[in-house]
């Protein structure tokens, strides 16, 4: 037997080299396999946390945005309830001039009647007195 592992000592030891060499390529590949998972489980870590970064930046501009657009909102809604009221009041003032205009008309309808009136006394004083 030792006759035998003497002469054939180079095949033995190549035979034990390629076992070794094998189990430790099988090391060597679970090792870079498991530095891989990790490293791309960094990196999706990593892509998370930017994405979770911009989405509360979008948020953040978002909700600011919001908050503008709300304030205009109610800015014009203030300022359209001021518009109706002095549409109101004014609508209010042309009924009352209206009123006064048509008051005014029946006045001077009746002064002018008045005058009439006294231009023919007048005439017929004139006539009856020959001035």
Known sequence: MIEIIKQNWEYILAFFSTIFAYIGGRKMKSIGEKQADADA????????VTMQSSYDS??????????ELKEMQMELKNELREARNETTDLKLEIKG???????????VSAWEQ????LKKDFELYKKNNAI
């Open 58 to 67: 979008f948020v953040s501009d978002f909700k600011e945005r919001y908050v």
């Open 114 to 117: 008045k005058y009439t009136k």
């Open 41 to 48: 489980s960094t990196a999706s870590a990593t892509a998370l």
């Open 97 to 107: 001039l209206h009123f006064e205009n048509t008051q005014l008309k029946k006045e």
